[in-house]
């Protein structure tokens, strides 16, 4: 699926949404950010609850691509998948460290290859991170580069944003998701309508 057709969608997608997204973004990182205040203990909640949370935001982007509406209550939808979803973003950032080691284009490409896996373990919970990380490295086969042009399609709004004080980042940061959640579902054969 093009790139075109996959952000046309995401944009009639989050039409309506905007606001409770602003919320639970809001919320998100509110939480994370007085946690993370905490000496010690506040860094190890801080990282488990992340992975947490960044599984719900995916979980919520997958909902709103496929007409659900979201609820602020969705934010706290995955802490039944807390470890999962830690292991997952842990070995993803270790594995892609290890690549960058090598080089820096290792490590992009290896990036772009996992990115698929919190989407997978968000899916199937009863996934183990080492298998959406498999699978997320067979669904990229042949797409990595559609999806690291996918990215640099948002850097002239991200460079928007900053010049509005960051009130664009309300609109841009959904339409970045349900982007994201789109070319998942494209992957996974799923028709995406612009």
Known sequence: MDRATLKAAAKRQI???IGILFVIGLINGLIVGALGAIPL?????TMLLSAAFSLAMIDIYMGVTRGRKPEVGDLFSQFKNILPAFCTTFLVGLFTFLWSLLLIVPGIIKACSYSQAMYIVAEEPGSSPMEAIRRSQEMMNGHKMEYFLLGLSFIGWAILAVFTLGILYIWLIPYMQ????NFYRSLKGELIED
């Open 15 to 17: 039409k309506g949404n």
């Open 41 to 45: 203990v506040g860094s190890i909640a």
């Open 178 to 181: 349900a982007t994201y959640a």
